[in-house]
Every structure is written in structure tokens, then in C-alpha cells.
């Protein structure tokens, strides 16, 4: 992975809040996601890794997300998404999401 990613996610979580997230891959890169998502969140990704990746998402979430911003991004979500994500990570482009994502 290489590049600028910024951005933040936030809102309510069955606990606590995601942390920032941002930095230089190739210099300082901080932030990461381990935890459940039960319940909303809402945030945005502007940046670069490994191509671009540039989103915005919002909505009801119920599943996991285990992402590590240097190098490989692992999730399940169950719940309603409105926005978009677009861009690729690593080779494989994410593209539109509205609606309902299971899986």
C-alpha cells in the first residue's frame, strides 16, 4: 500500500467510537478499526492506498470490520447503506452501494 488516506467515521456503536484515521503510508499513517458495528455510522474516505479510494457512507450497519490501513481490509455488513464508495484497493473496485448489503 502507498499513498494519503484521510478521513473519520463516527456515530453510534454498541459501545464505542471509531477512531481517525490518516496519515502517509510512506512516512506516517495512523488509525485503525477492530470492534462490532450494531447500530448507525456515518464518516467518509478521501484519499489514496494502493490506487484511491474515495466514499462516503452512511447509514445502519450491523457486523464487523477489521481493517488494517497498511495493507488488507476484512469486513461483514449486514444492514442499510446510502452512498457510494468508489475506487479500488488492492485490485478489486468496491463501486456503488444503496440499498441493503448482507454478506
Known amino acids: 500500500m502507498s499513498g494519503w488516506m484521510g478521513g473519520w467515521m463516527g456515530g453510534w456503536m454498541d459501545g464505542?467510537?471509531?477512531?481517525?484515521?490518516?496519515?502517509?503510508?510512506?512516512?506516517?499513517?495512523?488509525?485503525w478499526m477492530d470492534e462490532w458495528l450494531d447500530g448507525?455510522?456515518?464518516?467518509?474516505l478521501d484519499g489514496w492506498l494502493d490506487g484511491y479510494v474515495v466514499g462516503?457512507?452512511?447509514?445502519?450497519?450491523?457486523?464487523?470490520?477489521?481493517?488494517?490501513l497498511d495493507g488488507?481490509?476484512?469486513?461483514?455488513?449486514?444492514?442499510?447503506?446510502?452512498?457510494?464508495?468508489?475506487g479500488w484497493l488492492d485490485g478489486w473496485v468496491v463501486g456503488w452501494m444503496?440499498?441493503?448489503l448482507d454478506g
Open 72 to 86: 488488507w481490509v476484512v469486513g461483514w455488513m449486514d444492514g442499510w447503506v446510502d452512498g457510494w464508495l468508489d
Open 40 to 44: 448507525w455510522m456515518d464518516g467518509w
Open 98 to 100: 444503496d440499498g441493503w
Open 16 to 31: 464505542w467510537m471509531v477512531r481517525w484515521m490518516g496519515g502517509w503510508k510512506d512516512g506516517w499513517m495512523g488509525g
Open 56 to 68: 462516503w457512507m452512511g447509514g445502519w450497519m450491523d457486523g464487523w470490520m477489521d481493517v488494517w
